[in-house]
Structures are given as structure tokens and as C-alpha cells.
């Protein structure tokens, strides 16, 4: 499992375009996000979903790929002016930054696209099968689109400089961040031929470690600083949104926190192989620094 990180990046590049002269800055847009670091908390968890369920990280693989891609690309439009216009992400400059917003915007569009390439590529469907990479396709497509990350988007954006009740936040980051947690994990198990006992306690996983792992970034911006965080620091303040800490308060946080880490732990009973990887992840999505 330890070499999973490069497994990964390996396997990003691989699907990422051959060099191309004529379109060399979209690549190089698409590549400068891709490889940009971070935890690649999602491939991972798609990784040992499968592997609990009795899959393969051959076989899942490509499934995650794909949702990495998702999410770079969303990180790409987030950090746009036109929505968060951050100028740093992971202690680097933002894409845009470097490429300009119009590659930028387009680095992010070939990414999203490229996602549902790699799960209905070649090597995807001779290694799940053509209904398990259509399924995978569906979810990815769901979870990513407008009753999921993308509405948690617009919820986001309309809910800056209102106060917001907390049900409301809650669904915001259940669709914004929890969406694509979910469909890692299920991706996982859609790989693996899981059955739907599986299914329902790896959502129910995601579903907790995904509003844990919001929650701690909300704190993380008010606790951290910013050569930790790789990422400028306080901004939920300085754009006047509601957060959990903003409503809650950190001591009532940290209380949450540690809640659902141990709804998340205690859900992974209904599999029968080794969690042990499970909980950790979990335990340490709670405690991350960054």
C-alpha cells in the first residue's frame, strides 16, 4: 500500500495526451494541475474499497484516475477570479496564474472530459467489463454534475455574504465535498462487484469522513497559516461566509469531528477483510494539519 502515491501518479500521467505542439498549452495546463501534489485522498479510497471488497488496484485503477481528474478540474474553476480567485493552491501559483484564465478554464474543461475517457477507455473495460465502467461512468457523471458537486457549488457561491443555517451548509458541503468522497468509495466497490450491503456502508462512510473532512478545512482556515496550508488562510472571513466554525464555534467542531470519525470507523464492520487502513484514514483526515 505504500507505494500506492506513485501507482497513482504513474497511471495519472499515462492517461494524460501525448505531447502535442499544436496543442501543447492545454496539455501543459492539464499537467501542471494534475501533478501538483495533494493527499489524492479520493484515488486512494477508491483503491481500498475495491481491494476490501475483493477487487483489484489494476482493475480500479483507472476508475481512479478518473475522479482525481474531477477534482483537479474543480480545483482549477474554483481558484478562478470569477469564483474564489485564490492565487496559491498547494504552495503553488494557481493555474490560471501561470496559463492565463481562458487555458485555465480549458485546462479544466479537458480534465473533466478526460475523466470519462479513462473510464470508458480500453484498458477499463477489459479489466471491469462494460456494465461496471458504465455504471462508474453514471455515478461519476451524478456526483459531479448538478445535484452534486456542482450544486454544492452554486449553493456556495449564492450563500457568500448571507448567513446561512446550518442544515443549509450541510447540504452545500454533502454535495460539494461529500459527492465526490461518496462516489470514490462506491467506485471502489463498483469495481470490485461489491455487494449492496457493501455499498450502503462504504456511502455510509463517506458520507461521515466527507462533512469531517469540510468541517476540519473550515478550522483549518481559521487555525492554520498559510505555509502549512500551501493555500492563502482566513478567506471564509474576508468573504463573509457562514462556516461551521462561524456557527458552531471550534470546541463544538473538534466535538463533531470526532463523532463522525467514529461513525465513519464504526460502519466498516459490515466488511469482513482488514479496515485497519479504513480507520487510519479516517483518524487522520481528522487530525491533518493541512
Same mark, same amino acid.
Given at each position: 500500500?505504500?507505494?500506492?502515491?506513485?501507482?497513482?501518479?504513474n497511471? %495519472?500521467?499515462?492517461?494524460?495526451?501525448?505531447?502535442?505542439?499544436?496543442?501543447?498549452?492545454?496539455?501543459?495546463?492539464?499537467?501542471?494541475s494534475?501533478?501538483?501534489?495533494?493527499?489524492?485522498?479520493?484515488?486512494?479510497?477508491?483503491?481500498?474499497?475495491?481491494?476490501?471488497?475483493?477487487?483489484?488496484?489494476?482493475?480500479?485503477?483507472?476508475?481512479?484516475?478518473?475522479?482525481?481528474?474531477?477534482?483537479? &478540474?474543480?480545483?482549477?474553476?474554483?481558484?478562478?477570479?470569477?469564483?474564489?480567485?485564490?492565487?496559491?493552491?498547494?504552495?503553488?501559483?494557481?493555474?490560471?496564474?501561470?496559463?492565463?484564465?481562458?487555458?485555465?478554464?480549458?485546462?479544466?474543461?479537458a480534465?473533466?472530459?478526460?475523466?470519462?475517457e479513462?473510464?470508458?477507455?480500453?484498458?477499463?473495460?477489459?479489466?471491469?467489463?462494460?456494465?461496471?465502467?458504465?455504471?462508474?461512468?453514471?455515478?461519476?457523471?451524478?456526483?459531479a454534475?448538478?445535484?452534486?458537486?456542482?450544486?454544492?457549488?452554486?449553493?456556495?457561491?449564492?450563500?457568500?455574504?448571507?448567513?446561512?443555517?446550518?442544515?443549509?451548509?450541510?447540504?452545500?458541503?454533502? %454535495?460539494?465535498?461529500g @459527492?465526490?468522497?461518496?462516489?470514490?468509495?462506491?467506485?471502489?466497490?463498483?469495481?470490485?462487484? @461489491?455487494?449492496?450491503?457493501?455499498k450502503?456502508?462504504?456511502?455510509?462512510? @463517506?458520507?461521515?469522513?466527507?462533512?469531517?473532512?469540510?468541517?476540519?478545512?473550515?478550522?483549518?482556515?481559521?487555525?492554520?497559516?498559510?505555509?502549512?496550508?500551501?493555500?492563502p488562510?482566513?478567506?471564509?472571513?474576508?468573504?463573509?461566509?457562514?462556516? &461551521?466554525?462561524?456557527?458552531?464555534?471550534?470546541?463544538?467542531?473538534?466535538?463533531?469531528?470526532?463523532?463522525?470519525?467514529?461513525?465513519?470507523?464504526?460502519?466498516?464492520?459490515?466488511?469482513?477483510?482488514?479496515?485497519?487502513?479504513?480507520?487510519?484514514?479516517?483518524?487522520?483526515?481528522?487530525?491533518?494539519?493541512?
Open positions: 500500500m505504500t507505494d500506492r502515491p506513485e501507482k497513482i501518479e497511471a %495519472l500521467l499515462s492517461y494524460l495526451p501525448a505531447d502535442d505542439e499544436s496543442i501543447r498549452t492545454v496539455i501543459e495546463s492539464m499537467k501542471y494534475l501533478t501538483a501534489g495533494g493527499k489524492r485522498v479520493r484515488p486512494v479510497l477508491v483503491l481500498e474499497f475495491a481491494r476490501l471488497c475483493g477487487g483489484t488496484e489494476e482493475a480500479a485503477m483507472p476508475f481512479a484516475c478518473a475522479i482525481e481528474m474531477i477534482h483537479t &478540474y474543480s480545483l482549477i474553476h474554483d481558484d478562478l477570479p470569477c469564483m474564489d480567485d485564490d492565487d496559491m493552491r498547494r504552495g503553488k501559483p494557481t493555474n490560471h496564474k501561470i496559463f492565463g484564465e481562458a487555458a485555465a478554464v480549458l485546462g479544466g474543461d480534465l473533466l472530459t478526460l475523466a470519462f479513462t473510464v470508458l477507455s480500453e484498458k477499463a473495460v477489459r479489466l471491469n467489463g462494460f456494465e461496471k465502467c458504465a455504471l462508474a461512468g453514471r455515478l461519476l457523471a451524478s456526483c454534475g448538478a445535484e452534486g458537486m456542482i450544486g454544492g457549488q452554486i449553493i456556495d457561491l449564492e450563500s457568500e455574504g448571507k448567513s446561512v443555517a446550518i442544515d443549509r451548509l450541510r447540504l452545500m458541503d454533502r %454535495l460539494k465535498t @459527492a465526490l468522497i461518496k462516489a470514490a468509495c462506491l467506485l471502489g466497490c463498483i469495481s470490485a462487484g @461489491a455487494s449492496d450491503e457493501q450502503k456502508a462504504a456511502a455510509e462512510y @463517506a458520507e461521515c469522513i466527507g462533512l469531517a473532512f469540510q468541517i476540519v478545512d473550515d478550522m483549518l482556515d481559521v487555525t492554520s497559516d498559510e505555509a502549512t496550508l500551501g493555500k488562510i482566513g478567506s471564509d472571513a474576508e468573504n463573509d461566509k457562514s462556516t &461551521y466554525v462561524s456557527l458552531l464555534g471550534l470546541e463544538k467542531c473538534r466535538s463533531l469531528v470526532a463523532e463522525l470519525t467514529d461513525e465513519a470507523v464504526s460502519s466498516l464492520s459490515a466488511f469482513g477483510g482488514d479496515t485497519s487502513f479504513l480507520s487510519d484514514f479516517a483518524g487522520k483526515l481528522r487530525d491533518r494539519r493541512s
